[in-house]
């Protein structure tokens, strides 16, 4: 029988303004996506990009489901484009920011083992 256990994956860290990688799905174990919540904390907008990126794969256009989403200073944003979206194992969450250190994210869901 599958453990399903909701956790954060990641969990309040702020972006940079190079693709990174912030989770990866565990061997063994499946990712669900359901929430994503961006807050930017600059004076001026910044934007964000997100991959989800199988394993083995890298960060490209082709995996892309967010591209410079713009966040206006001072805002919140639960982005839409990640729920219920799965990651098989080693397949992992790349993200990146136009300005470093202003955009913080939490995102979380479910790791099924």
């Avoid at 399903?4 to 989770?23: M, P, R």
């Amino acid at each position: 029988m599958a453990t399903v256990t909701y956790k954060s994956f990641v969990d309040g860290t702020n972006l940079t303004a190079t693709a990174t990688t912030y989770y990866t799905t565990p061997a063994g174990t499946k990712a669900i996506l359901k929430r994503a919540t961006f807050c930017n904390d600059h004076s001026v907008p910044v934007t964000v990009t997100i991959n989800l990126v199988p394993s083995g794969g890298s960060a490209a256009y082709g995996n892309q489901i967010t591209k410079t989403k713009n966040i206006a200073a001072g805002e919140t944003w639960s982005c839409p484009d990640v729920d219920n979206h799965i990651l098989e194992a080693g397949g992992f969450i790349s993200m990146l920011a136009s300005v470093t250190e202003k955009i913080g994210v939490r995102i979380s869901g479910y790791e099924i083992v």
